[in-house]
């Protein structure tokens, strides 16, 4: 089964940074994209930086200028640097990867989520 662990997560205060990690593991034949959503209550998940294999990147117009999501060598392992951080990004971010895999000869390709990890900006 392929896992997602995130961590980095926690309490900072406005204007101040946190590095978000997020590992995936398991019998991965390959990734083709990850990426970072956030969720708050009473709102719909919605992205935050998302990488490709080919390098694309695209970011929420609302963090473009203050994060940078990264994936050392397209492996396993992708980051996301966020600086001046907002009350308003205070929410529960969840890693998302486009995996393959390959079980006794099936090919399956889908999306896996990791657990989340809380984010909270407060003075």
């Known amino acids: 089964q392929v896992q997602l662990v995130e961590s980095g997560g926690g309490l900072v205060q406005p204007g101040g940074s946190l590095r978000l990690s997020c590992v995936a593991s398991g019998r991965i034949f390959s990734i083709n994209g990850m990426g970072w959503y956030r969720q708050t209550p009473g709102k719909q998940r919605e992205l935050v930086a998302y990488i490709s294999s080919d390098g694309s990147i695209m970011y929420a117009e609302y963090v473009k200028d203050r994060v940078t999501i990264s994936r050392p060598n397209a492996k396993n392992t992708v980051y996301l640097q966020m600086n001046s951080l907002k009350p308003e990004d205070t929410a529960v971010y969840y890693c998302?990867?486009?995996?393959?895999?390959?079980?006794?000869?099936?090919?399956?390709?889908?999306?896996?989520w990791g657990q989340g990890t809380q984010v909270t900006v407060s003075s």
């Open positions: 998302n990867a486009d995996i393959t895999t390959d079980q006794l000869g099936r090919i399956e390709r889908e999306a896996y």
